[in-house]
């Protein structure tokens, strides 16, 4: 089977800084996609930011200039630094991951299991 373990979520004031990290583990193939959502209490689970294969980026307007998405593929680890936090960037944080296995061939997608991002003075 496959693990997602998120770290680096908190408690930060408007204008500083937080890095996410989502570590895969387990019975891995090959990793494809990666990426980050976020939903804040109320609201839709959105996508923030995704990482290819190949290392194209693309992400959410509003963070866009101020998060930077990066993998490690030979740690099986996506990033999200995010910068310039805003209040409006509160939410639970999910990480995404495109997976196949050694026993599933098909790539599928796991989650993590969400850290907290607070920002607020």
């Known amino acids: 089977q496959v693990q997602l373990v998120e770290s680096g979520g908190g408690l930060v004031q408007p204008g500083g800084s937080l890095r996410l990290s989502c570590a895969a583990s387990?019975?891995?193939?090959?990793?494809?996609?990666m990426g980050w959502y976020r939903q804040a209490p109320g609201k839709q689970r959105e996508l923030v930011a995704v990482?290819?294969?190949?290392?194209?980026?693309n992400y959410a307007n509003s963070v866009k200039g101020r998060f930077t998405i990066s993998r490690d593929n030979a740690k099986n680890t996506v990033y999200l630094q995010m910068n310039s936090l805003k209040p409006e960037d509160t939410a639970v944080y999910y990480c995404?991951?495109?997976?196949?296995?050694?026993?599933?061939?098909?790539?599928?997608?796991?989650w993590g299991q969400g850290t907290q991002v607070t920002v607020s003075s």
């Open positions: 387990g019975s891995i193939f090959s990793i494809n996609d």
């Open positions: 995404n991951v495109e997976i196949s296995t050694v026993v599933q061939s098909a790539l599928l997608d796991y």
């Open positions: 990482i290819t294969g190949g290392g194209s980026t």
